[in-house]
């Protein structure tokens, strides 16, 4: 079957030499880039691969160019929301560039599963990588395990981790900071953060963007930290469960707009009104936060540009091009009516009805997934 192989790739090589009216070597330093070709015989074997639709064999010439053309992309096996994107976007960078991506997920433990997937990747002699790394301790992993190719993380974190590493993410602690001095502005004082995942960076700064803000103006003893994970279910849990009695928030930033959904269901079902009685705010932008009643106040993640972002540096890295350690992408607010302070505050209604039939299923579990950043 080599043999086979082998004889097939030559008869390729030869039949586009022939039509070209040129040498096999000539043919081959075509394909490689190499330098020594005229133009009229370059132009004559180019005509000749387009006619037979002729694919050069990847493993053959990265012989000979000591490059694979092929980018490896490591994805945390937690990520769920907005993933498919994301990687549309890192291979359409990366095949217009010339090269092919191949994808691994990895979980916990990180030491072994890098391992497992690094000695995978140098079987492919891949050219670069890619790392989403949302949750804490992965990108500490990469950084220890002494990765010699190119290196770029998708990271919320935004800290430099060791040199030749570059890591591209949004500022999501200056996003979250200015979503709560927005409720601030609105005259709320009583702010409380409903949290997603507490082992994802991507928590850890939207809550410390919040605690800044209460802090620079004197209200963190206002707030009130409600631990969740970052799924729906979780969140209208802890709206449910939540005893109001010492006085309920003015408002509540929710770590994800899928959380929001769920925690207004909830507070819908307790009979307490969005905005009047509690504002609420989200993060991400997710598709559907424009059509919810009322329309929610959110951070808009742009993932699609951090993946391009993060392939664009890993290419000028390839390409031994300088590059920045950090590359810091800003979120924007969009402030709709869900943190808009009504006119007048009004008593809430009944305080702990029953969910109605049309609220019990937000109560299904695995309907929402948090996106990566």
């Known amino acids: 079957?080599?043999?086979?192989?082998?004889?097939?790739?030559?008869?390729?090589?030869?039949?586009?030499?022939q039509e070209a009216g040129v040498s096999p070597s000539t043919v081959s330093r075509v394909i490689n880039g190499t330098a020594g070709v005229t133009d009229e015989k370059r132009k004559a074997v180019e005509a000749a691969i387009a006619k037979h639709h002729y694919?050069?064999?990847?493993?053959?010439?990265?012989?000979?160019?000591?490059?694979?053309?092929?980018?490896?992309?490591?994805?945390?096996r937690s990520i769920r929301y907005a993933t498919a994107n994301t990687l549309v976007q890192l291979e359409e960078v990366a095949s217009n560039?010339?090269?092919?991506?191949?994808?691994l997920?990895?979980?916990k433990p990180w030491k072994a599963s890098l391992q497992h997937a690094l000695a995978q990747l140098r079987s492919l002699s891949i050219d670069g990588l890619v790392v989403?790394?949302?949750?804490v301790g992965l990108a500490d992993a990469l950084a220890a395990s002494g990765v010699q190719w190119p290196l770029v993380i998708i990271n919320s974190l935004l800290l430099p981790y060791a040199h030749g590493i570059s890591v591209v993410g949004e500022q999501q602690l200056e996003a979250s900071k200015h979503l709560t001095e927005h409720l601030i502005a609105q005259g709320?004082?009583?702010?409380?953060?409903?949290?997603?995942?507490a082992d994802w960076h991507d928590e850890q700064q939207r809550a410390l963007g919040w605690k800044q803000a209460l802090q620079e103006h004197n209200l963190e003893r206002f707030g009130r930290f409600i631990q969740c994970t970052w799924s729906a279910q979780s969140a209208y849990q802890a709206i449910m469960a939540e005893d109001f009695s010492d006085g309920m928030p003015d408002a509540i930033f929710v770590a994800s707009d899928h959380m929001a959904y769920a925690a207004i269901a909830a507070l819908r079902a307790r009979g307490i009104r969005v905005p009047e009685d509690i504002a609420i705010a989200g993060y991400d932008d997710a598709e559907g936060s424009i059509f919810l009643d009322p329309p929610l106040?959110?951070?808009?993640?742009?993932?699609?540009?951090v993946a391009r972002t993060a392939m664009y540096t890993l290419l000028q890295k390839i390409e031994g091009k300088p590059t920045d350690d950090v590359v810091a992408m800003e979120a924007e607010l969009i402030v709709r009516q869900s943190s808009i302070r009504a006119q007048e505050k009004c008593p809430p209604r009944?305080?702990?009805?029953?969910?109605?039939?049309?609220?019990?299923?937000?109560?299904?579990?695995n309907l929402f997934y948090h996106p990566f950043f």
């Open 1 to 17: 079957m080599a043999r086979r192989a082998q004889q097939t790739t030559r008869t390729g090589i030869l039949a586009i030499a």
């Open 55 to 76: 694919e050069p064999n990847r493993f053959a010439r990265s012989l000979v160019t000591h490059q694979s053309h092929i980018i490896g992309v490591l994805i945390d």
């Open 97 to 103: 560039a010339g090269y092919m991506s191949v994808t």
């Open 105 to 107: 997920t990895i979980d």
């Open 132 to 135: 989403i790394a949302p949750r």
């Open 188 to 197: 709320y004082t009583r702010i409380w953060h409903m949290a997603g995942s």
């Open 297 to 305: 106040t959110t951070i808009k993640q742009d993932l699609p540009a």
């Open 350 to 365: 009944d305080s702990n009805p029953e969910p109605t039939s049309s609220q019990a299923w937000w109560l299904q579990p």
